[in-house]
């Protein structure tokens, strides 16, 4: 005879049935598989042509800039080691070969990472010289809302071969590529690389397109430097100009034009608030941001960062 003797478990002041785990592991199994796999594939790469063989790769980390043409491939900015195989299998099916030079906007480690498996790999890398100095050292980054990020010093590989201190030209793929460094603004090494005829400049994490920005203001970023970067950058742009951010969807000069209304106004508001004496817990409270937040999201680490950078 079969035994349908069913064991219980006291939870509380409430038996129930051994079932019952198991039905509610399956439950969660189910609702949290969609979840999982979206994690996957958000740590896919996509990519969305910008120019004729010009691309931004979205993956996990800073957005790439590729050019892929008669000369060879050139990319900006290089995300995490994990995703260096997926972007390079990506270039190959755009009909891109080995990457034969990669460009940093700025030293931090979701646009750098991926650095020595490419240097390795045979790419030579360029950056400006604040940020390769950066990059032959530890470093803490203060993001503020997260746990500081800890990034250690990247080996000879992962090095840049070039350096630049304002401006730079690269000739590459039969146009210009200048990359200008109008000083400092997220870091103290931020680089705006335009390619010239096709009509594109990677601005890195000075503009971010996915919410508020962060300032490195441990590191020497600046929010007036913040500012001025950007505005030197509208002023060699034109409407025409595809704007890519270091985060978040590909812009456009009224993107960034309205980007700087924002850092401008919210910087206005709280100079007058720290000109009165204001704390920084005075500031969080007067929220400088409000026109914003709905769209842009929780202001708690840009406030703190700008804070920071227009009191010292
Ligand atoms: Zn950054």
């Known amino acids: 005879m079969k035994n349908t003797k069913v064991t219980t478990y006291k939870i509380g002041r409430v038996w129930i049935p051994d079932y019952v785990p198991g039905v509610i592991a399956v439950v969660v199994l189910i609702i949290g598989f969609p979840f999982i796999v979206e994690s996957q594939q958000s740590a896919e790469i996509s990519t969305e042509a910008v120019g004729d063989g010009r691309y931004v790769l979205f993956g996990r980390g800073g957005n790439i800039l590729a050019s892929i043409g008669e000369q060879?491939?050139?990319i900006v900015d290089s995300?995490?080691?994990d995703m260096v195989p997926k972007y390079q299998?990506?270039?190959?099916?755009?009909?891109?070969?080995?990457?034969d030079f990669t460009i940093n906007t700025h030293w931090h480690y979701d646009h750098a990472d991926?650095?020595?498996?490419?240097?390795?790999?045979?790419?030579?890398?360029?950056?400006?010289?604040?940020?390769?100095?950066?990059?032959?050292?530890?470093?803490t980054i203060n993001t503020v809302v997260n746990p500081l990020v800890e990034q250690p010093p990247y080996s000879q590989a992962g090095l840049p071969v070039a350096t630049f201190e304002q401006r730079m030209?690269?000739?590459?793929?039969?146009?210009?590529?200048?990359?200008?460094?109008?000083?400092?603004a997220h870091t103290m090494g931020d680089a705006a690389i335009f390619l010239r005829d096709s009509n594109i400049v990677h601005m890195g994490d000075v503009?971010?397109?996915?919410?508020?920005?962060f300032i490195d203001a441990d590191n020497g970023g600046d929010i007036e430097g913040m500012i001025a970067f950007c505005e030197a950058v509208l002023g060699e742009i034109?409407?025409?100009?595809?704007?890519?951010?270091g985060h978040g969807p590909v812009a456009t000069y009224n993107d960034l034009a309205e980007y700087i209304t924002m850092l401008t106004e919210?910087?206005?508001?709280?100079?007058?608030?720290i000109g009165q004496g204001a704390s920084l817990e005075e500031v969080i409270a007067a929220k400088p941001t409000e026109n914003w937040d709905a769209e842009k999201g929780d202001p708690l680490r840009l406030i703190d960062r700008a804070y920071l950078s227009l009191t010292r």
Not at 238 to 245: G, L
Not at 266 to 273: H, P, Q, V
């Open 266 to 273: 919210i910087r206005g508001k709280m100079m007058i608030l």
């Open 79 to 81: 995300q995490f080691p």
């Open 72 to 74: 060879g491939v050139l």
């Open 114 to 139: 991926g650095n020595e498996m490419l240097g390795e790999a045979g790419s030579w890398i360029i950056a400006h010289a604040h940020s390769r100095d950066m990059m032959t050292k530890h470093n």
């Open 207 to 213: 503009f971010n397109n996915a919410g508020y920005p």
């Open 89 to 99: 299998s990506t270039i190959r099916s755009l009909g891109g070969g080995d990457i």
């Open 238 to 245: 034109n409407s025409n100009t595809v704007v890519v951010p």
């Open 169 to 184: 030209e690269v000739f590459f793929n039969g146009e210009q590529i200048d990359l200008i460094h109008p000083g400092p």
